[in-house]
């Protein structure tokens, strides 16, 4: 069975950092894209954060290119979002999300594409 763990998130001030981590498990994790979603109360979840089967492509929503970093390591089975310079508004629960992409060009950041989710982690902004 399946399975995406999140782990890092908490309570920071604004312009503090955080480091989210997603493990894999039973998943075939290098033939995979590999995402990051945010979810506030009240609204959609919305794409954060993807990363390529490979490693070699990244994608960012424009309100976090330049403060957040998606990475993957292939041999951990596992991804990481650093998070810098947060703002209340990147208040969420941040989830992880896998798709089947391995050859597959371009990057799909619809949440509904992606058919493998975490329990999602609360990430809490004070200002």
């Known amino acids: 069975q399946v399975q995406l763990v999140e782990s890092g998130g908490g309570l920071v001030q604004a312009g503090g950092s955080l480091r989210l981590s997603c493990a894999a498990s039973?998943?075939?994790?290098?033939?995979?894209?590999m995402g990051w979603f945010q979810q506030a109360p009240g609204k959609e979840r919305e794409f954060v954060a993807g990363?390529?089967?490979?490693?070699?492509?990244?994608y960012y929503a424009d309100s976090v290119k330049g403060r957040f970093t998606i990475s993957r390591d292939n041999a951990r089975n596992t991804i990481h979002l650093q998070m810098n310079s947060l703002q209340p508004e990147d208040t969420a629960v941040y989830y992880c999300?896998?798709?089947?992409?391995?050859?597959?060009?371009?990057?799909?950041?619809?949440?509904?594409?992606?058919?493998?989710w975490g329990q999602g982690t609360q990430v809490t902004i004070s200002s």
């Open positions: 039973e998943l075939p994790f290098s033939s995979y894209d």
């Open positions: 999300a896998a798709r089947y992409g391995k050859y597959m060009s371009g990057y799909d950041r619809r949440a509904s594409e992606y058919g493998y």
């Open positions: 990363i390529k089967w490979n490693g070699g492509s990244t």
